[in-house]
């Protein structure tokens, strides 16, 4: 299948990283070619504390979903855009949910237990 109908030629992805070693790496098990076959730009970011990121003490889940704002202005997006939260990352994209609705597409997250 060629087309997604969730994801179109100008869909934005920004993943949240926290327990993998840093947002350089991408998504695991998910090829580049893939995501450019779909369309999706994908933007990674390490979580304060993790990977090569500094730790933010008063950092909360209103402050998350702002980072992700912040972070989404600045590359330009100028729409709706996906979260991608997995392990504790899927906090931070209820987040997203909770306090920039008006921004996001979707979240779909993944737990691991």
Do not use: Q
Request: with cysteine.
């Amino acid at each position: 299948m060629r087309n997604c109908e969730l994801l179109d030629s100008t869909s934005w992805l920004i993943n949240l990283m926290s327990l993998m070693p840093c947002a350089l790496k991408g998504i695991p098990g998910v090829k580049t070619s893939l995501l450019e076959e779909f369309g999706v730009r994908l933007v990674s970011y390490d979580l304060p504390g993790f990977g090569e990121s500094d730790p933010h003490t008063r950092r909360n889940l209103n402050s998350s979903a702002m980072d992700m704002l912040y972070l989404a202005d600045s590359v330009g997006i100028l729409g709706k855009f996906w979260v991608l939260g997995y392990s504790s990352g899927s906090m931070h994209s209820w987040a997203a949910l909770r306090y920039i609705p008006d921004r996001i597409a979707g979240t779909p997250t993944l737990l691991f237990l």
